[in-house]
């Protein structure tokens, strides 16, 4: 299966005309290139004005020599249009671009199945959305109502939820994807940096919507896995007892 924009074979993303890496790096790329061009076009437009601006200012300095636009009097001289192609052909060329480049990076950070080179050492986790909090179930049965990850790590979501609509999502680790009851959606992401992190609820669920978040635990790869290790299924019990609890204190 081709996960990825590819030429000749080659991904683009070795070929590094494409931004690779966690999902913070590529949306990182993706706004330095926007804001960079955005500020070019923005200098460029506005320094035309005032060129202009400049060139046909009225007052003393006036020259009777220059080619000023007349109120009413349809332009002249502009080369059978040429010029207005030549914007419109260059404008095209860098939003048609623009578009092409984004996607193609957008098709890796949207692939789960881009990571499953990484099945050995990646790290799965279902995340289940009720009214008001979230439920994260690993392999093991564990169960819990706040996220533990590795550092460094493929961490890889399947997201639903137990009632109405949800969305799950994770600001400062851009992720973010739809809890719809009965399916299942699947998305990834890697944690450069160990920390406490929020998920939040994206998605207007109730009275209680607004309460609907869960810390995220970032941590270094020997820690998580020894802390993997003490999990087992017989702590399902009482961390969805928690769950219910809170959910009833909520609503309450």
């Known amino acids: 299966m081709v996960t990825g924009v590819e030429t000749a074979g080659v991904p683009l993303h070795s070929q590094g005309l494409l931004p690779s890496g966690s ?3 590529v949306f990182s790329e993706i706004f330095t290139v926007f804001l ?13 004005m005032l060129y202009n601006a400049y060139r046909y200012r009225d007052g003393d300095h006036r020259t ?23 914007s ?22 949207e692939s789960v199945s881009a990571q499953s ?8 986790v279902r995340v289940e959305g009720y009214q008001f909090g979230w439920r994260f179930v690993y392999l093991n049965g564990y169960q819990s ?15 639903t939820s137990d009632d109405v609509f949800h969305n799950f999502g994770i600001p400062a680790l851009r992720v973010k ?40 635990v970032v941590m270094e790869p020997d820690e998580y896995d020894a802390w993997y290790g003490s999990t087992t299924a017989a702590n399902e019990s009482s961390s969805a007892n928690e769950s219910s609890d ?7």
């Not at 809170?246 to 309450?252: I, P």
Request: aromatic letters at 8%.
């Open 177 to 216: 994807m739809d809890a719809i009851p009965g399916q299942t959606t699947e998305t990834w992401f890697v944690a450069d940096d160990p920390g406490t992190y929020q998920a939040n609820c994206y998605e207007l669920c109730g009275a209680g919507h607004s309460f609907m978040n869960a810390p995220v």
């Open 36 to 48: 960079v061009l955005g500020t070019f076009v923005g200098v460029l437009v506005i320094g035309y």
């Open 145 to 159: 109502n706040e996220l533990r990850v590795p550092a460094d790590t493929t961490v890889r979501l399947s997201v």
């Open 246 to 252: 809170d959910a009833e204190a909520t609503t309450a």
């Open 88 to 109: 419109f052909s260059l404008s095209a060329i860098v939003v048609v671009s623009l578009i092409v480049w984004t996607y193609g990076a957008l098709l890796d950070v």
């Open 23 to 25: 999902r913070i790096a």
């Open 117 to 124: 080179a990484d099945a050995d050492n990646g790290v799965d």
């Open 64 to 86: 009777d020599d220059a080619d000023r636009p007349v109120l009413g009097e349809l332009p002249g001289d502009s080369g059978g249009g040429r010029k207005l192609l030549f």
